[in-house]
C-alpha cells in the first residue's frame, strides 16, 4: 500500500483564518483539525487551500445523505423561493405538517403518536422531559453513566461527562438520578448478557432503594452510546428496560440523535431489540445538513402539556422541514439502511483486524455503520490512552482524512462517515486509518502485543 503524503493543513488561507478565529471567537467553542471548508459533496470536502479530504466525521453524525445532497439542495432552494420563517407557533405551514406525519409513519410504536419539531437535539430532550414530567406528575428523572444528551442545563444535567461540558457550570438540574450502562469492555463480567444482567440490577436496586418507582418521570437512554464511546446498550437490557418502565408507569426515552435515520442498519437503533420507546429524540441526520429536531411519542403523552406549553421561534423551520422531507425521501428509495449494513461490515471486519494487530487497539465495537475503537497504552493493561487517539486523529487529517473522537478520556475514534460513500472513498478512509495506526503505535513502541 503506497503512504499517503502529508498535506499542508494549514496552508497560507487557512493560517490566516486560524488566526481571525482565535481573535474573534469564545475559547470555549471547541474545535477539530485546522481545517477551513470551501465546498463539500457526498463524502469529500475541500479547504480554503486547495487541499481535498474524505469525512469520516460527518459534522458528528448529521450527513447520512452526505454533504450537499443535490436533492436536499433543491429543496431547500425550492423552498427558500416560497418564504424562509413565519414561526409555525404564528402562522403555520405544510412542510411540517407532512414531516410530522412522516416521522409518525417511520418512528416505532403500535399507539397512536404525535410529533413536535425543533432545531437541536438538546431541545428535543428538554422537551421530552417536560412531556415526560407534565404526563406522570413526577420529577425524578434516571440517566445512565456515559450518557450525553446535549449543552443546554437540562440536557447537560443528564449528560455524564463532567470535564468540559460541565465544569464550572452548576447548579444543574435537581432530581436526576444516574444508572450504570452496560460497558462490556473492562467489565470484570466475560459476557454481555453477564454484563447486562448486573447492570440491570443495579438500576432496579438504585431506583427502588434510592428513589422508588414511583417517582420516577422518565428513563432516557441511548441505544448506543455517542460521545459516550459506542457502546452498544445489549437487546435483553432494553427489553427489561422496557418491562420495568411499562410495569411502573415509567416515560422511556429513547436518545435517537446520533443513532437515528439508518446509521445502525435500521432507520432507529432500538428496532435491533424490538423494543419500543414511549418518546423518541430525533436530530443530526434527519436534516441532511440542515439544523432539525424532533420528539416523537405516544399520543397520549404529548397531548398533556397545555396549549402554550411547547414551542420555540425556529422549531421546525421552513427550509429545514424541507431539508428533513427530502433526506428521508432519498434514504426510502435509495434503501439507507442496507448501505448501513454493507459499510458496517467493511468497517466492523477492518476495526476487528486492527484490535488483533495493534496493540494501541484495545476495542472495536459498535453496530451497523455507527462503529468505534477504543485507543489504550497497550491491550494489557487496557489504560486509556486520549494522546495516542489524538496522535492518530492528527495523523490522519495531514493525510487526507477527517475524524472525530469520542469517550470520557478522549481516546474512541469513531466512523460517522456518509452511507452514501463508494466503496472506493471507503476503503481509500479505511487504508488511511489504518497507516496512522501503525505510524502513531511505532512511534510509541508499546511493550505489551498479546491479544
Request: glycine share 10%; net charge neutral.
Amino acid at each position: 500500500m503506497a503512504l499517503e503524503r502529508e498535506l499542508e493543513v494549514p496552508g497560507r488561507e487557512g493560517s490566516a483564518l486560524l488566526a481571525r478565529r482565535n481573535a474573534a471567537v469564545a475559547r470555549g467553542v471547541a474545535n477539530g483539525p485546522p481545517v477551513f471548508a470551501a465546498t463539500a459533496s457526498g463524502a469529500g470536502l475541500n479547504d480554503v487551500d486547495g487541499n481535498a479530504f474524505l469525512d469520516f466525521a460527518g459534522g458528528i453524525g448529521t450527513l447520512n445523505v452526505g454533504h450537499a445532497h443535490p436533492e436536499v439542495v433543491a429543496a431547500v432552494k425550492a423552498q427558500a423561493d416560497r418564504f424562509l420563517h413565519t414561526c409555525f407557533n404564528i402562522v403555520m405551514y405544510p412542510g411540517y405538517i407532512e414531516l410530522a406525519e412522516k416521522l409518525i409513519s417511520l418512528v416505532p410504536g403500535a399507539w397512536p403518536k404525535k410529533v413536535m419539531l425543533q432545531t437541536t437535539g438538546a431541545e428535543a430532550i428538554e422537551n421530552a422531559i417536560k412531556v415526560a414530567r407534565s404526563a406522570t406528575g413526577r420529577q425524578a428523572v434516571v440517566a445512565f453513566e456515559g450518557a450525553f444528551h446535549g449543552r443546554t442545563y437540562m440536557a447537560l444535567s443528564l449528560t455524564a461527562k463532567a470535564p468540559g461540558y460541565k465544569s464550572g457550570f452548576g447548579p444543574f438540574a435537581s432530581e436526576i438520578y444516574r444508572a450504570p450502562f452496560p460497558v462490556l469492555y473492562r467489565s470484570p463480567q466475560q459476557s454481555e448478557e453477564a454484563c447486562a444482567d448486573v447492570a440491570f440490577a443495579e438500576f432496579t436496586r438504585q431506583i427502588e432503594m434510592e428513589v422508588s418507582p414511583e417517582a420516577v418521570a422518565a428513563v432516557v437512554i441511548e441505544p448506543i452510546q455517542g460521545e459516550g464511546g459506542f457502546h452498544v446498550a445489549p437487546a435483553s437490557f432494553l427489553r427489561r428496560l422496557r418491562e420495568y418502565c411499562t410495569r411502573h408507569g415509567i416515560v422511556l426515552i429513547a436518545d435517537e440523535i446520533q443513532s437515528g435515520f439508518c446509521r445502525t442498519g435500521e432507520w432507529f437503533a432500538t428496532q435491533h431489540s424490538g423494543v419500543e420507546a414511549d418518546l423518541y429524540t430525533l436530530a443530526k441526520s434527519m436534516g441532511g445538513g440542515m439544523p432539525i429536531a424532533a420528539l416523537v411519542g405516544r399520543a397520549d403523552l404529548m397531548d398533556v402539556p397545555k396549549v402554550g406549553g411547547l414551542g420555540g421561534t425556529y422549531g421546525g423551520n421552513p427550509l429545514s422541514c424541507a431539508a428533513a422531507l427530502a433526506t428521508i425521501a432519498v434514504m426510502e428509495r435509495d434503501d439507507y439502511r442496507e448501505k448501513a449494513r454493507r459499510i458496517g461490515a467493511i468497517v466492523e471486519q477492518r476495526f476487528a483486524a486492527w484490535a488483533q494487530q495493534y496493540a494501541v487497539v484495545g476495542d472495536a465495537r459498535g453496530l451497523g455503520a455507527m462503529r468505534a475503537i477504543e485507543i489504550v497504552r497497550d491491550r494489557r493493561s487496557q489504560e486509556p490512552a486520549g494522546d495516542i487517539a489524538a496522535e492518530i486523529v492528527d495523523a490522519a487529517y495531514r493525510r487526507g482524512l477527517i475524524l472525530v473522537k469520542a469517550g470520557f478520556h478522549g481516546n474512541v475514534i469513531r466512523f460517522l462517515g456518509p452511507l452514501s460513500l463508494e466503496h472506493d472513498q471507503l476503503e481509500r478512509g479505511l487504508d488511511i486509518l489504518g497507516e496512522a495506526i501503525a505510524l502513531v503505535e511505532a512511534r510509541h513502541k508499546p511493550l505489551a502485543r498479546s491479544a
